[in-house]
């Protein structure tokens, strides 16, 4: 890789770690530009995910410093978001890299309508904070979702964080506030897990990757404090525009 295309990838990964502190779905952008740098599909995932467990750790830091994170409440998230993600991660390394560019392309365009589509937990919810533990209560539906989309986060990660927020705020009752601080700590072990499964399979290029988190860290870091003070109309159509474009192209070079 030229340095020029390393520095790309770098600026990228720091703007999206930022504005993905706010809008999750960061993966939908980063591993399709990877793609589109030439790097090997499962490589692409494997690396990506190595950066975003740190990227993860940037972003809960200061929400676990402002006591916003129930650690011990979500515990058994915890636990199943660990087992739904080494399981994804497995299923990397026995699809062709072909199955991979499809179910990135797919999962783009349907995170992607999934945000324009639903209200994503917005409303009186969004400005309450954080949820109060007398309030929001586990459920069946809820677990069982929360392990189907550990699985669909270990494998590709794309949007996870997004959809996962909506399935806390309806099946737990949690307030907006409250499941994005939740998702941060899970998000945690969710990428953590699948980064130790892409490395025992030997697919994470280590030197790209600790670039990669270094920035991805720092990005998660700053977006935490600052980010939430932008305008976030802006920062959705932005995002959404990326990514629409990038699943057109990752599609079109699939069926090419």
Do not use: C
């Amino acid at each position: 890789m030229t340095a020029a295309a390393l520095a790309a990838l770098i600026v990228l990964f720091f703007v999206t770690s930022i504005i993905g502190v706010v809008t999750g779905s960061n993966s939908l952008i980063t591993v399709p530009v990877m793609f589109q740098f030439g790097i090997d599909e499962k490589v692409a995932v494997a690396t990506n995910m190595f950066g975003l467990t740190f990227m993860a750790i940037g972003a809960t830091i200061p929400f676990v410093r402002t006591g916003r994170i129930e650690a011990g409440r979500i515990t058994p998230l915890l636990i199943l978001t660990s087992i739904g993600s080494a399981i994804g991660a497995a299923l990397v390394g026995l699809i062709t890299n072909e199955s991979i560019k499809l179910i990135v392309s797919v999962a783009m365009i349907a995170v992607a309508l999934f945000i324009v589509l639903g209200r994503n937990g917005s409303g009186t919810r969004e400005r309450e904070g954080i949820g109060n533990p007398n309030r929001w209560h586990f459920s069946a539906a809820g677990l069982i979702a929360v392990f189907l989309l550990a699985i669909y986060g270990g494998l590709y990660s794309g949007g996870y964080v997004t959809i996962l927020t909506a399935a806390l705020v309806a099946f737990f009752g949690m307030t907006y506030g409250g499941a994005i601080a939740a998702t941060k700590l899970i998000n945690v072990f969710s990428s953590g897990i699948a980064t130790l499964v892409f490395m025992w399979q030997r697919l994470v290029d280590y030197r790209l990757g600790a670039i990669l988190a270094v920035t991805m860290f720092f990005g998660a870091y700053v977006g935490a404090h600052y980010a939430t003070k932008m305008n976030d109309v802006w920062l959705r159509r932005i995002f959404l525009t990326a990514v629409f474009i990038l699943a057109a192209k990752t599609l079109f070079d699939f069926i090419k």
